[in-house]
């Protein structure tokens, strides 16, 4: 595994080093921007991005959103010292595969090594903000689908509108397959919908852009 360590606190860069060697890992690069991240992204090529969001000049978001819109697959990993709403959201929106608080160095490794294996790292407490999260940067939605629907359920719907599959939901959420087709199967059966691409569109048309 081959990581890109990205902060601009070097003695940020120089911890998350040392910790990753420890570990075995490789380190492909440092840099200390996210105008580096770009560049070092392209010219490296490393297995996963590890990335500050709050840098002084260009951002963690910003970098990962550019390197996303060339490279759909690549494996970003943000840290950050706080759950900043907006940040989430962002990082959910722009494809990122992961969301850690920066202070929790422990879960790093597990975290890269969960990534590395196609996983997405999103803790319960960020999955539980989603639907408050999209309900206040787009529309509110109707008193009648909050009534039908629980806030897990409407996390998945999300999720769902997103594009993602029942697999990579179940990462996400932290739940099985068949866990995950249950509820699809009782959303749909709530709000009598055939399948889940009536159930993307009435998302977006209830709740707005994902």
């Known amino acids: ?35 580096e991240a770009i560049h070092l992204f392209e010219q490296l090529k490393p297995d996963i991005l590890l990335m500050d969001i709050q840098m002084k000049k260009v951002s963690g978001l910003t970098a990962a959103k550019t390197i996303l819109a060339q490279y759909p697959e690549a494996k970003i990993l943000l840290l950050t010292t706080f759950s900043d709403d907006d940040y989430i959201l962002k990082a959910l929106k722009y494809g990122v595969k992961g ?11 597990p975290a890269l090594t969960a ?11 960020i999955i539980s903000k ?28 999300a999720l769902v509108a997103k594009g993602l599959s029942n697999k990579e939901i179940a990462e996400k959420m932290f739940l099985s397959e068949g ?6 199967s009782a959303i749909l059966d709530k709000l009598a919908l055939r399948d889940r691409t009536q159930l993307a569109v009435f998302y977006l048309k209830n709740w707005g852009n994902v």
């Open 1 to 35: 595994m081959k990581v890109l360590i990205i902060d601009d606190d070097p003695l940020i860069t120089a911890s998350l080093k040392m910790i990753l060697e420890a570990k075995k890992i490789d380190i492909a690069g440092l840099g200390h921007d996210g105008s």
């Open 99 to 109: 969301y850690l608080i920066k202070q929790d160095y422990s879960s790093i490794v």
């Open 115 to 125: 990534v590395m294996t196609g996983q997405s790292v999103f803790g319960t407490e």
């Open 130 to 157: 989603i639907p408050n999260l999209l309900q206040d940067n787009e529309k509110k939605p109707s008193t009648l689908t909050h009534d039908r629907l629980s806030d897990k359920e409407i996390a998945l719907t």
């Open 179 to 184: 866990t995950i087709r249950n509820y699809l």
